[in-house]
């Protein structure tokens, strides 16, 4: 897991409930960017930050999903209120020097939404 | 926004053959083209990537090769082992997207 921390590793919560996922990167990435993979529809980008600032949130899915990052070291990204269709594992990753570089994974957080 | 398609969803091929693993992108000014392997229950990790100034890429048993004029880029594993067996991810950048993601492959290694 050296790189990217991400917590809780798994969540279980029940349909209508506040969640917060949490990245914590190491010092030296520029990129950050949070991601979701499901079976029905892989690995989606959600929202990307560049020196703290977001970039691009299209992939959001809708206003229930909101990201932050408050400084270089942690990154949020909250669900309110939560759904069973939100069920998945959300990743966070991260990359130096532009985002036409390797991207480092954090080891994810499975969210059930029951 | 760029769209990749990723074929085939399963591939099968005994220990010792080749495996080939093909993409193709919708977005002509996308320019770099990673591949990422995931085992099971594991995250995502580089193990190729290619950027649009080249066409070929080589890495001891793996290599990938990209067409531009065509759109589409490929992902050569030669001599596969069971410890090739997981799920392989292309993906492309550019503009100022993020990545875009194939829905994967799951390569299956037979002994």
């Known amino acids: 897991d050296a790189g990217v921390i991400q917590s809780p590793r798994h969540e279980v919560t029940e349909m209508g409930q506040e969640v917060t996922l949490r990245c914590k990167p190491i010092s030296g990435h520029d990129y950050l960017f949070w991601y979701r993979q499901t079976m029905m529809r892989g690995l989606e980008l959600l929202i990307y930050f560049n020196n703290n600032v977001p970039i691009d949130d299209s992939g959001m899915p809708e206003d229930r999903f909101s990201a932050k990052m408050p400084n270089a070291s942690f990154s949020t990204l909250k669900i309110q209120p939560s759904e069973p269709r939100d069920s998945a594992v959300y990743f966070c990753a991260l990359s130096s020097s532009g985002r036409y570089n390797e991207q480092f994974f954090g080891p994810g957080t499975r969210l059930t939404v029951l | ?111």
């Open chain 2, 1 to 111: 926004g760029e769209n990749v398609e990723q074929h085939p969803s399963t591939l099968s091929v005994q220990e010792g053959d080749s495996a080939v693993i093909k993409c193709t992108y919708s977005d002509s000014a996308s320019n770099y083209f990673p591949w990422y392997k995931q085992e099971l229950g594991k995250r995502p990790q580089l193990i190729i990537d290619i950027r649009s100034n080249v066409g070929e890429k080589k890495d001891q048993r793996i290599a990938v090769t990209l067409n531009k004029t065509a759109k589409h880029f490929s992902l050569h594993i030669t001599e596969t082992q069971p410890e090739d067996s997981a799920v392989y991810f292309c993906a492309a950048v550019g503009g100022a997207d993020g990545l875009t993601f194939g829905k994967g492959t799951h390569l299956i290694i037979q002994p």
